[in-house]
């Protein structure tokens, strides 16, 4: 079983910037991906950012330029730093977890992004 914790969610305003942070813990292969789902109220879940074992990254193209997406593989741990926020960037977001050869996938409980004035 992988456990995920999401961190780094608040409030900020238009042009701030927030740092999201998602701690794997339990049982971690090599070769998983990461990443980061959102939903906005009344919206379907949609894919924000994904990052591979070895470092290959895919981002939405509202987010294309202001999110980037890291990891750092000792500490089973995924980040996005997301600036330049914008209100339609309001949402839960969402961290996951992808092991290819299993199959399976674990989600974070998310984190409320609020950007508002």
């Known amino acids: 079983q992988v456990q995920l914790v999401e961190s780094g969610g608040g409030l900020v305003q238009p042009g701030g910037s927030l740092r999201l942070s998602c701690a794997a813990s339990?049982?971690?292969?090599?070769?998983?991906?990461m990443g980061w789902y959102r939903q906005a109220p009344g919206e379907e879940r949609e894919l924000v950012a994904t990052?591979?074992?070895?470092?290959?990254?895919n981002y939405a193209d509202s987010v294309k330029g202001r999110f980037t997406v890291s990891r750092d593989n000792a500490k089973n741990t995924v980040y996005l730093q997301m600036n330049s926020l914008k209100p339609e960037d309001t949402a839960v977001y969402y961290c996951?977890?992808?092991?290819?050869?299993?199959?399976?996938?674990?989600w974070g409980k998310g984190t409320l992004v609020t950007v508002s004035s």
């Open positions: 996951y977890y992808y092991y290819p050869i299993s199959g399976m996938t674990y």
């Open positions: 339990g049982s971690i292969f090599s070769s998983n991906a």
């Open positions: 990052i591979t074992w070895g470092g290959s990254t």
